[in-house]
């Protein structure tokens, strides 16, 4: 596999720079779920495979896919090929995947009972597939790019667990946080113990930043969000700071469509590294709102892989000089790259990102 690469070079280390806002030569780009459905490699892996769980389960076709997309592309970093749900699912839920639909427990959380009933699950043993895929892809990627570990957050993770499924506004859990507060606070309380420990683990196998999901962020108003996702990812940032192995790792957090009202700043306060952010705010205007406190993280619209590539190469110009000449930028996607999206502009985007990223990294110093 063609992947090492020479001890100096700069794709070695130029995401992690860009995370500690260090300077870099160019800008550094990974995207969401940048090893997935779009790949013909990965859907003949997963055809191999049997399923999507079958593929996640198996470390080293884990680590397979999770190497396609640098095969192919320029990119800065890999991420572990996983899922959130991996950890509702060691709790007992009864993870599955029906062909062509998403995600649905067979025993989702409904009732205080049920709640009372979850355990953390230990990552060495219950999650163990996920570690050796954190140690396989380390060992197989020999230094080339970093390799990011994730988890979702308390509150997306506990979204998923409260519907059984998939949601447009995941009506269950909501009436939960108004009806029964105390009952999702433990639910949630025991999902950021599980996080935590599932993160730490994934640190000491080998992955060299963290991220957390909190796709769902968004549906909670600012004082909802506060005390029901806010308080989780904060008590984790916390809780990684105390470890020996994970205090030292970039954290970047990615709450979707949490833009507004102090949010930024109050995710920045968390002390994480990094904000992933979303195409619903300019990276200009984010960055005067959090400062140079944090990296950030995105935020082109995942449609615009649709558009011509000299229209990506136009909306890639702009990105850059949204986010301005500051060291800190990591680019990527708003959110994950769709199924339908040909390879071909992904390759469009990963070069003008490093031809057009050198260029506005030059006029800021
Ligand atoms: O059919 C298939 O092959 C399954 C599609 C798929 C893939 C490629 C799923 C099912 N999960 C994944 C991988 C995955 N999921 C990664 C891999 C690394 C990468 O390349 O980025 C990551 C980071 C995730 C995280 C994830 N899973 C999130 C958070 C990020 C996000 O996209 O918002 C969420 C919400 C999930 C749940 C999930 N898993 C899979 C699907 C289709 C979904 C979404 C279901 C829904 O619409 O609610």
Redesign the pocket.
């Known amino acids: 596999m063609a992947l090492p690469v020479a001890a100096d070079d700069p794709r070695r280390t130029r995401f992690s720079r860009a995370l500690r806002r260090e300077a870099t030569d160019t800008t550094p780009v990974w ?7 779009y790949l013909p490699e ?2 003949a892996t ?1 055809a191999r495979a049997g399923s ?1 769980l079958a ?2 389960k198996t470390p080293e076709l884990a680590c397979e896919v ?1 190497l396609q ?1 640098l095969l192919r592309f320029d990119l800065d970093a890999a ?7 991996t950890i509702p699912d060691a709790m007992g839920l009864g993870l599955e ?1 029906a062909q ?1 639909e ?2 649905r427990f067979a025993r989702p959380v409904r009732s205080a009972a049920d709640i009372a009933h979850l355990g953390v699950p230990d990552p060495e043993t219950e999650l163990r597939y996920v570690m050796d895929a954190v140690r396989l892809i380390r060992h197989e990627l020999d230094g080339r790019v970093p390799l990011i570990g ?1 988890a ?1 957050s308390p509150w ?1 993770l506990a979204c ?1 667990m409260v519907e059984g ?3 447009r506004d995941f009506a269950r859990i909501k009436a939960m946080a108004w009806n029964d507060p105390a009952s999702l606070h433990r639910l949630l309380d025991v999902l950021a113990r599980a996080v935590a420990a599932y993160l730490a683990a994934q640190a000491a196998a080998g992955a060299q930043a963290l ?1 957390l ?1 909190d ?2 962020g968004g549906l909670l108003a600012p004082p909802m969000f506060a005390e029901f996702s806010l308080r989780y990812l904060d008590a984790i940032a916390q809780h990684l700071r105390a470890h020996v192995v994970a205090a030292v790792l970039p954290l970047i957090l ?1 709450a ?1 469509g949490v833009n507004g009202a102090g949010q930024l700043e109050a995710l920045a306060d968390t002390g994480c590294a990094a904000l992933g952010v979303d195409w619903s705010i300019s990276l200009g205007e984010a960055r005067r709102r959090v400062g140079a406190r944090v990296a950030l993280q995105g935020n082109l619209d995942p449609a615009a892989l649709h558009a011509q590539p000299e229209i990506i190469e136009r909306e890639v110009a702009a990105l850059l000089r949204a986010f301005g000449p500051h060291p800190g930028h990591v680019f990527n996607l708003g ?2 790259i769709t ?1 339908e999206v040909d390879p071909e502009s992904v390759a469009v985007l990963v070069d003008a990102v490093h031809r057009l990223g050198r260029r506005a990294v030059a006029e800021g110093g």
């Open positions: 995207l969401m779920r940048q090893a997935g459905r990965y859907r997963r999507f593929l996640a999770t997309p991420i572990l090929f996983s899922d959130i749900l995947f062509g998403g995600p994730f979702g997306t998923y499924t998939g949601s991220m999901f796709t769902w990615f979707k959110h994950g199924p």
